[in-house]
């Protein structure tokens, strides 16, 4: 569904990725894996049109992607929930959801998708009006999530979902990510929290001074020596 | 908006109070009350104004100072168009030509610097207030050697009636972008363009455009209040003034809804008037600045928003913090 060959990617003189090559396919959960510097915000940058690369090529349903416009790469079904739950603060809860669904395609089904969404998530139902920037953490990240359902992607990209969260409401997130796999999105997770990524995800990849250093099914990643070490501590 | 299943109830709860207000505007020439045809068109050219600025630079955040251009290059329009002899087009098709020229001219300018953020926009936007009234000057004293031109005039109900129907149009285009979803991308784009552009917005086109939308508004008012003055040139067509001042009413009346922006036009052009027919100009830029200053200290949501808040107080309500 979602393929990266040989690409390399920075700012200006800076080069941060080199040649790295990933393959997300159709009902997968990937993981990528790597720590602070490692390149994965550049990666989801490019990958999400935000940046151009110096060379590699980025291919979506069998689409090439790189040099898109972020909206229209968004309009092909590739959703992005940001790092930091970028939510738009100042909106309420409903029109951040409403934003979600802005791509022509999903703005037609928007109260519909709305309605499941709000099935998924009850209490983003109960706060329609409220600002977003009363929530908590966790609520936020939850209307992230939502918002990024909204378009009704195909492909989800969740940056670092568990980034400042009580260990309770990360399990609920992790367990909402299994749940979307569930209802047929594809979704590449990038994160630090790497033993719970490690154990919902199927596939992973490893990233690590912008190269990828390690891929292959979970159970290896979490079995390799150089994985205890230098992410989980063991 | 889904035309199929409109709620006419609460359709003509939102618009009965305008069209009532719209109705005793529209008779105003007929009360025999002189002054009032042209403190009215007063009002309306900085409601005009300042609800435009409001359009683009409330919603996304973006402080433009261009205002005085696109209000000068709708004088010039006039000027240039609708002299007070020779060839003369009729004041319509003036209107129409400059909201134009405007809309181009914003459509490029925005292109080119709405990549700028910030302070750096605000002062590339009000450089070309200072730009095209150079250049102006430059031709009209240089190489045609005649500074200024004479203008067609206009009786006031004539200006009114043309004021209010640009006041209509601009209203119509608020509405429909606020309650379309380019009202919500254009706030989205105040609040974190990369998040908006994930949403799938077309970020660079859809400000653009709105910006140049705003500009063929303001142009319009240019053209109009140029038929009220028989001689105009470069200093009083670019007048800087007319750039801070939108921006300071719009502050002043708080940009949460259609309401406040108008609101602080009529106050503050209503003060403007009452000090400059009593001579007090000078007096009046000393006010509006210490009138500002204590908006943004005591009520920064504007005169409206502190409205807004006392009644929640009254009301006892605790839904401060809800939209929509």
Same mark, same amino acid.
Do not use: C, V
């Given at each position: 569904m979602l393929k990266v060959d040989k690409l390399s990617a920075g700012y200006g003189n800076i080069?941060?990725?080199?040649?790295v090559s990933l393959q997300v396919n159709k009902g997968e959960i990937v993981a990528l894996i790597g720590g602070n510097g490692a390149g994965k915000s550049t990666l989801v940058r490019s990958i999400t049109g935000l940046l151009g690369a110096y060379s590699g090529n980025i291919e979506f349903l069998d689409k090439?992607?790189?040099?898109?416009e972020p909206y229209k790469i968004a309009e092909l079904g590739l959703s992005h929930i940001p790092e930091g739950r970028?939510? @738009?603060? +100042?909106?309420?809860v409903r029109e951040n959801l409403e934003m979600g669904a802005y791509p022509k395609n999903s703005w037609k089904n928007r109260k519909k998708t709305l309605s499941s969404v709000y099935e998924m998530f009850p209490r983003l139902k109960e706060r +329609?009006?409220?600002?977003?920037?009363? @929530?908590s953490g966790g609520e936020q990240q939850m209307l992230a999530m939502g918002r990024g359902l909204m378009s009704l992607p195909k492909l989800c990209i969740i940056d +670092?979902?568990?980034?400042?969260?009580a260990p309770k409401v990360v399990m609920e997130i992790f367990e909402i990510i299994k749940n979307m796999r569930a209802q047929g999105i594809t979704i590449l997770l990038i994160e630090q929290n790497v033993k719970q990524t490690l154990e919902i995800s199927d596939r992973a990849y490893v990233l690590e001074n912008g190269r990828i250093v390690m891929e292959g099914d979970c159970a290896t990643c979490l079995a390799s020596a150089h994985i205890k070490k230098a992410y989980l501590g063991l | 908006m889904n035309l199929s299943n409109i709620n006419w109830k609460q359709l003509s709860k939102t618009f009965a109070a305008p069209l009532v207000i719209l109705l005793a505007l529209a008779l105003m020439?007929?009360?025999?009350?002189e002054y009032g045809v042209s403190l009215f068109s007063h009002f309306l050219i900085y409601i005009i104004l300042t609800v435009s600025w409001v359009m683009f630079s409330g919603a996304t955040?973006?402080?433009?100072?261009?205002t005085a251009a696109f209000y000068g290059i709708g004088i010039y329009s006039a000027a240039l168009?609708?002299?007070?002899?020779?060839f003369s087009l009729p004041l319509i098709a003036v209107i129409i030509v400059s909201a134009a020229a405007s809309f181009l001219v914003a459509f490029i300018v925005g292109a080119i610097t709405l990549r700028l953020k910030g302070i750096y926009f605000a002062m590339f936007t009000f450089g070309l207030v200072l730009l095209l009234f150079q250049v102006i000057n430059y031709v009209e004293t240089s190489?045609?050697?005649?500074?200024g031109r004479f203008v067609a005039l206009e009786s006031n109900e004539t200006i009114y009636y043309y004021l209010l129907g640009i006041f209509v149009v601009t209203m119509i285009v608020t509405f429909f972008i606020k309650n379309t979803k380019y009202g919500l991308a254009l706030r989205s784009i105040g609040e974190n363009e990369d998040a908006a552009a994930h949403s799938g917005v077309n970020v660079t086109m859809v400000k653009v455009l709105i910006f140049a939308v705003s500009a063929a508004l303001m142009s319009t008012v240019g053209v109009v209040m140029a038929?009220?003055?028989?001689y105009v040139d470069a200093s009083t067509a670019f007048n800087p003034m007319m750039s801070f001042s939108p921006a300071l009413m719009a502050i002043f009346g708080g940009m949460?809804?259609?309401y406040g922006p108008a609101v602080g036009a009529v106050i503050f052009s209503y003060v403007q008037e009452i000090l400059q027919t009593g001579n007090l100009n000078n007096y009046y830029m000393l006010i509006f600045g210490s009138i500002l200053i204590a908006t943004i200290l005591y009520m920064p949501q504007g005169l409206m928003g502190l409205i807004q808040n006392l009644w929640n107080r009254l009301k006892g309500a605790k839904r401060a913090l809800t939209r929509g």
């Open positions: 080069q941060i990725l080199w040649d090439k992607i790189s040099g898109l970028r939510i @738009f603060t +100042e909106m309420s +329609e009006r409220q600002l977003a920037r009363t @929530f +670092e979902p568990s980034n400042g969260l | 020439p007929f009360y025999g009350w955040g973006y402080i433009s100072l261009a168009l609708h002299p007070a002899t020779g190489i045609l050697g005649q500074r038929t009220k003055t028989i949460a809804n259609l």
